[in-house]
């Protein structure tokens, strides 16, 4: 029988290539994780906006 692990949000945000989709994984309060997939082009215009936030020129 397996470990039971309590699902928490602890732990970093991931972000893997699964298929043809890229697939971030955040915390969420309160436990469990958001999932949201998406394709190359959505993470190319998430990377372009978070940039724009993160490093305003």
Known sequence: MAA???RTGD?????????RVIAMRIPAEGGGR????MNAAEAAELLGALTGVVNPA
């Open 34 to 37: 958001l999932v949201i997939e």
């Open 4 to 6: 039971m692990k309590p």
């Open 11 to 19: 732990g970093p945000i991931e972000v893997a290539k699964e298929g």
